[in-house]
């Protein structure tokens, strides 16, 4: 990943990691200020950008984009959070040290990539989010099980149903993964509450 496409906040001696995944129309200076307003112990934060640019007028990305037939584009997606993966972040960090958190387009990515990869992350934080086609198998890797998947959504979520958090927790829940809702009140947003409860959870 080249540098341009990511924003990393950085301390010396730091033992873990926080990635933030943007969602759509975002970019990677979208949530930068959760680093400040988060207090983690021991973290380096880092905000990847999405490869694809929604409007040449403007730095807003998407992670994908759908073609004309109805599937959806993330094959430069793909190739630029493996690399980010594997030279920034696991080459650094134990992956149990490693946490997620993606707000909306960005949890879906949450869902269709990093849970998807063999190794058992520290937590997974998803807000908003959907998983784009249920006809096909969710394919979520075994080793997630030991992962802390922890979904937040508000109630009056005017962009994406609440709904859609609530299929994917039964779903996971009825698979015998580590999850837990937090439906909070408020629309198309992170909930300060729900984040208190992520800082928490990583800072135990």
């Given at each position: 990943?080249?540098?341009s496409?990511?924003?990393?906040?950085?301390?010396?001696?730091?033992?873990?990691?926080i990635?933030?995944?943007?969602?759509?129309?975002?970019n990677?200076?979208?949530?930068v200020?959760?680093?400040?307003?988060?207090?983690?112990?021991?973290?380096?934060?880092f905000?990847?950008?999405?490869?694809?640019?929604?409007?040449n007028?403007?730095?807003?990305?998407?992670?994908?984009?759908?073609?004309?037939d109805?599937?959806?584009?993330?094959?430069?997606?793909?190739?630029?959070?493996?690399?980010?993966l594997?030279?920034?972040?696991?080459?650094?960090?134990l992956?149990k040290?490693v946490f997620?958190?993606g707000?909306?387009?960005?949890?879906?990515?949450?869902?269709?990539?990093?849970?998807?990869?063999?190794?058992?992350?520290?937590?997974?934080?998803?807000?908003?989010?959907f998983?784009?086609?249920?006809?096909?198998?969710i394919?979520?890797?075994?080793?997630?099980k030991k992962?802390?998947?922890?979904?937040?959504?508000g109630?009056?979520?005017?962009?994406?149903?609440?709904?859609?958090?609530?299929?994917?927790?039964?779903?996971l829940?009825k698979?015998?993964?580590?999850?837990?809702?937090?439906?909070?009140?408020?629309?198309?947003?992170?909930?300060?509450?729900y984040?208190r409860?992520?800082e928490k959870?990583?800072?135990?």
């Open positions: 990943m080249q540098k496409n990511i924003l990393n906040k950085s301390n010396m001696g730091n033992n873990k990691a990635i933030f995944i943007h969602g759509w129309k975002g990677k200076n979208s949530f200020s959760l680093s400040s307003m988060l207090k983690i112990k021991n973290a380096e934060w905000f990847p950008e999405a490869p694809y640019i929604i409007d007028n403007t730095k807003l990305r998407s992670w994908s984009f759908q073609k004309e109805g599937t959806y584009e993330i094959k430069k997606s793909r190739i630029l959070l493996e690399d980010f594997f030279n920034n972040i696991l080459n650094k960090f992956p040290n997620f958190i707000f909306s387009q960005g949890a879906t990515v949450c869902y269709e990539f990093l849970l998807r990869l063999k190794y058992s992350w520290g937590g997974v934080f998803p807000v908003a989010g998983i784009r086609d249920w006809s096909k198998k394919d979520i890797h075994p080793n997630q992962t802390m998947i922890y979904i937040g959504h109630i009056t979520d005017e962009v994406i149903n609440v709904s859609q958090s609530e299929k994917i927790y039964e779903y829940s698979n015998d993964f580590n999850c837990k809702l937090m439906k909070y009140n408020g629309g198309h947003k992170i909930s300060l509450n984040l409860e992520v959870y990583i800072n135990k």
